[in-house]
């Protein structure tokens, strides 16, 4: 079946401006993942979905972030006010539910590049 | 708060070689351990897992035991493939949590 998809791949964007980011999870998953990974930092987690609530926002590095879902299924992450430093690479997961030990599949990444 | 360490790269080994990647976590509960694999052009994906004290993960001949007492979770491989040059991570899940908190990852090369 179909993977989790992100789009688009490749953003390139002047300081300043706003990106929406999107994810489609795989179908039937519902809970849904954004991490970022960036040189030198690793990969961090963002904000975590279960269904279309956020139950976890503490990976969200300032208030210019920002995320929603709907239906239960894609979500869109949107930077305001971007900045060099947003520079990375933006990752998203599902897995079936919620919790560390269901297994969380990965997107192929939307990389973001700041000007 | 939880965090993983895991060895610096890039490490490059030959073709048959024996890998270890070191991983070590700091975690306030009982959490779950992952080895994730990124191959070149590729999105994450997992590689292993372990979920209790001894567990012993495994997976395309790779193989990580989860050691409480040492709080590790070492990758190893007996034989390495050219077709294993990647970056891996170490992660963790805490109990109760639902994010993973991974390593800064480690870059492989394998030459032939």
């Known amino acids: 079946g179909a993977g989790v998809s992100q789009s688009p791949s490749n953003k390139v964007t002047e300081k300043g401006k706003d990106v929406e980011l999107r994810c489609d999870p795989i179908s039937g998953h519902t809970a849904l993942y954004w991490y970022r990974q960036s040189l030198g930092q690793g990969l961090e987690f963002l904000i975590y979905f279960q269904g279309n609530s956020a139950p976890d926002k503490s990976g969200l590095p300032s208030d210019r972030f920002s995320a929603e879902r709907t239906g239960g299924s894609v979500s869109t992450l949107t930077i305001q006010h971007t900045q060099q430093e947003d520079s990375a690479v933006y990752l998203c997961?599902?897995?079936?539910?919620?919790?560390?030990?269901?297994?969380?599949?990965f997107g192929p990444g939307t990389r973001l590049t700041v000007t | 708060g939880d965090s993983v360490t895991q060895m610096e790269g890039p490490v490059t080994l030959s073709e048959e070689a024996f890998l270890t990647i070191n991983c070590t976590y700091t975690a306030t509960g009982y959490p779950s351990l992952f080895w994730y694999v990124q191959y070149p052009g590729e999105g994450l994906q997992l590689l292993l897992k372990a979920t209790k004290a001894d567990d012993k993960g495994s997976n395309k001949g790779f193989e990580a035991t989860y050691r409480k007492e040492t709080t590790s979770f070492h990758l190893e491989k007996g034989s390495v493939q050219v077709s294993d040059s990647a970056v891996y991570f170490c992660a963790l899940s805490d109990l109760g949590d639902d994010k993973i908190i991974f390593g800064k990852g480690t870059r492989l090369h394998i030459l032939p």
């Open positions: 997961a599902s897995s079936f539910r919620g919790g560390g030990s269901y297994e969380q599949y």
